[in-house]
């Protein structure tokens, strides 16, 4: 690219950021984060398309855009470190490359990249952990004896290297559950209760299962091919305490809105979180008026909030003849609750933060 | 200098006050004090929307009008009340207090419905 079209596209790159500013829209991000590519600037594309998508959640184009602003990121961040790995190879370096390849989604590099380094390093754990984790969004997506039996050699590789791996264990339980191997899944599991202790619920739910279900055979590598030949999986995904987590999450929420309803003067509480709503109080049903007041209210004030570049819509008092609807809304979480007109507004705010910040703490939970 | 002007000026001076503006529920700017991070018809523009959007709101779903509308957000907080015909837009800073500032803002809004029965 010569001087005089990198002096055309700068231009363009202010006109658009001024756009941007101006008059948001999927299509005004879409074109910035465009033009940032075309300046090999990935990280700013990406960066427009996580501010797109702050605006925008459900715009298709902004989504394409930031995975694609992440993959050329990704593929510059790999040659560099191939440049480096080529200068100095460490295990730490290859597992980085390998799992940077996973998340481009290159199951074959991930495999080369793995067994350079397992011929180099033959003792690293974690690069074995890496090639196994490959193997098995290959098994789970084709379901290909061969990826599954390999996934199995991998994570029994990284057992032998290190058998306090509970995530090595966990993944190898589950897959010979999965397949019908029930009996083998119950005695690895079984092997890892000494090292994690009676208190591992994980392990501890897939081992319940593992041992309430009758095996379907006990060759292991005929089992794999018994599932690519039906093309099914013989048991379903583990229910784990991650579930139960989730669900107790929910009670939390439900008891914290329930207290919060009934505080003097609070006549209707809501917890709305995308296109789902809890409700206490005064209301029949999710037709309510106030739910969609309040669903209203919390976009538009985001809507204003970022356009007049003052961040985003955190909290908000709407008074007027049907008393106070107080709001607290945090990404596409909106607590609100609407009470009397001589109602304690500001105990109100605090307990619908608290009860944003309690819930979005409990979904980091479940996340990680 | 029209009294409403005075009356916004004064305001503007009251503690984390970024900004006062009196505008009619289309986005009509009638008088303004902002500061220079604010458009002119960036506010207008968007106030209108946004008290727009919240009246036709209140009024499909049978829940009236609003007399006030606070909003917090992460950089600054904006505080609309409603006037006879017009509205009054406060900007303030992150950190202002609200509850101080309260008082001058009833203040000055009591001062600009005398202003509007006047004219």
């Known amino acids: 690219m010569n001087l005089i079209q990198r ?8 006109r658009l950021e001024q756009r941007v500013h101006d008059e948001p829209s999927p299509s005004t991000y879409v074109d910035l984060g465009q033009v940032y590519i075309n300046l090999e600037m990935s990280d700013k594309a990406l960066q427009a398309a996580e501010n797109g998508l702050a605006l925008f959640p459900d715009s298709v184009e902004l989504e394409q855009l930031r995975s694609f602003a992440r993959r050329t990121g990704l593929k510059a961040r790999i040659q560099d ?11 730490k370096g290859y597992r980085e490359l390998a799992t940077m390849y996973l998340d481009l989604g290159d199951h074959a590099a991930v495999q080369s990249v793995c067994e350079e380094c397992v011929v180099r390093f033959p003792q690293d754990a974690g690069t074995w952990m890496v090639q196994a984790q490959a193997r098995l969004a290959d098994f789970y997506r084709d379901l290909s004896a061969r990826a599954g ?3 199995v050699r991998c994570l029994e590789q990284v057992l032998q290297l290190d058998s306090s791996n509970g995530k090595a264990r966990e993944l190898l339980g589950e897959l ?37 279900q009758a095996p379907s055979g006990d060759d292991v590598d005929t089992l794999f091919h018994e599932v690519e030949e039906t093309g099914v999986l013989p ?6 305490k991650q579930k139960a987590q989730g669900e107790e999450g929910i009670g939390k929420i439900r008891d914290a809105l329930a207290q919060l309803a009934e505080a003097p003067g609070v006549q209707k ?20 008026p106030f739910l969609r007041v309040v669903r209203v209210l919390a976009k538009s004030a ?12 955190s909290k908000g008092v709407l008074d007027g003849p049907f008393g106070h609807v107080c709001l607290c809304s945090y990404g596409e979480v909106v607590a609100a609750a609407q ?8 105990r109100v705010l605090a307990d619908l933060q608290e009860l944003v910040a309690g819930s979005l703490y409990l979904a980091g939970m479940r996340d990680s | 200098m029209t009294r409403i002007q005075e009356t916004l000026n004064e305001l503007r001076r009251a503690a984390g006050v970024r900004g006062s503006a009196l505008l009619t529920p289309d986005g009509l700017m009638v008088a303004h004090t902002l500061d220079a991070q604010f458009r002119e018809d960036v506010v207008a523009g968007l106030t209108s929307f946004l008290l727009m959007t919240t009246h036709r709101c209140l009024r499909e779903n049978s829940m009236g009008s609003f007399q006030q509308f606070v909003l917090h957000a992460t950089h600054g907080k904006a505080v609309f009340v409603e006037l006879d015909t017009s509205y009054l837009v406060v900007l303030l800073d992150q950190f202002a207090d609200l509850d101080s500032s309260r008082q001058e803002i009833q203040g000055a809004a009591q001062r600009l419905r005398r202003c509007g029965k006047m004219s």
């Open chain 1, 149 to 151: 039996l390999e996934a």
């Open chain 1, 339 to 346: 009470c009397d007109k001589g109602a304690a507004v500001d």
């Open chain 1, 302 to 313: 985001q809507r204003f909030a970022r356009r007049l570049d003052i961040g985003n819509f």
């Open chain 1, 269 to 288: 509480a809501a917890y709305i979180r995308g296109s789902r709503a809890l409700v206490k109080g005064e209301i029949k049903d999710g037709k309510d």
């Open chain 1, 7 to 14: 002096m055309m596209i700068r231009k363009d790159l202010k």
């Open chain 1, 81 to 91: 470190l191939r440049a480096k790995m080529t200068k100095s190879p460490n295990p």
């Open chain 1, 235 to 240: 048991n379903p995904p583990v229910t784990r």
């Open chain 1, 176 to 212: 010979l559950f999965r397949v019908g191997a029930t009996r083998q899944s119950a005695a690895c599991l079984q092997a890892a209760r000494p090292v994690h202790g009676a208190h591992d619920a994980d392990l501890q739910a897939l081992l319940k299962q593992a041992q309430a």
